[in-house]
């Protein structure tokens, strides 16, 4: 196997079949990126091995007697996961795994070839969440310096292997997108690894608005306001989307329009 990135990953492997880790494991140890291999032999094992160790990878058996995959993401917490790997027997337990946020999934036999494309694509993952949570530090970094009076300008937006600094005045809207954002841009929706929590904390309050528990809008990109029932209005965005504002966050809107709704 080779990498992409220089960083090296630590990996624990949860199977309740031994020859079925040690495979794995195998594997694994022939590829010089990987730095520690761990091994757990049943779901409770595992939750204490993600909770204990610095883990960037996890291949996680989902057929498991008393605590299986599934019950290993909600013991530990899908945005607490490290990247996730499925094995499994059944396909129709692909379409699950994937709904737990799973990274990929081995579906068992499968090959040398098949394994080391779910690693390489892991590698690229892990390389992109580092770049990210990069970008993000330097603007918050930025953002920190406060008295020049600057404010955040730029995200830092990672894809396919392609490094994309976007211009924060060019979002529409954003929504969360479970432990991510969705970055409305143009009609297009570009998803951004950080959560809605923190991009609130880090983009200008004078330009971006909390309307909702689950939506941030560019206040120049509102169109309309319409009243709605029990003290809640809709706005009109200038894309034709359509964003609720909660009672919750209504005093913030009209603190920023300087009058009362």
Do not use: C
């Not at 060019?170 to 969705?182: F, H, L, P, T």
């Not at 923190?198 to 971006?208: C, N, P, T, V, Y």
């Not at 560019?218 to 809640?232: Q, T, V």
């Amino acid at each position: 196997m080779t990498s992409q990135s220089s960083e090296r990953l630590r990996v624990l492997v949860v199977d309740d079949e031994a020859p079925a880790r040690q495979r794995i494991i195998d594997l694994l140890k022939k590829d010089t990126q990987i730095e520690t291999v761990l091994e757990a032999g049943d779901g409770l094992a595992a939750v204490q091995a993600i909770e204990r160790e610095a883990l960037d990878l996890v291949f996680l058996d989902v057929q498991m007697p008393e605590l299986d995959g599934l019950g290993v993401i909600e013991a530990i917490g899908a945005e607490r996961m490290p990247l996730t790997i499925f094995v499994t027997a059944y396909d129709q337990h692909a379409i699950r795994a994937f709904e737990a946020n799973a990274l990929d999934y081995l579906l068992k036999p499968f090959s040398d070839e098949r394994l080391e494309a779910a690693v390489a694509r892991a590698k690229t993952r892990h390389l992109e969440r580092n770049m990210q949570a990069l970008g993000l530090g330097m603007l918050r970094m930025v953002a920190a310096a406060g008295s020049s009076g600057r404010s955040i300008d730029r995200l830092v937006v990672k894809s396919a292997g392609v490094t994309r600094f976007l211009r924060v005045v060019e979002i529409d809207w954003i929504e969360a997108a479970g432990v991510y954002a969705n970055l409305h841009v143009g009609g297009k929706e570009i998803l951004y690894r950080a959560s809605l929590n923190e991009l609130a904390e880090s983009l200008d309050a004078m330009r971006f608005i909390r309307v909702h528990r689950s939506a941030i809008v560019n206040i120049d990109s509102i169109l309309e306001l319409h009243s709605l029932s029990h003290g809640e209005f809709e706005l009109v965005l200038k894309d034709g989307h359509r964003s609720r504002v909660s009672r919750t966050y209504r005093a913030e809107l009209e603190k920023r329009l300087g009058q009362s709704l």
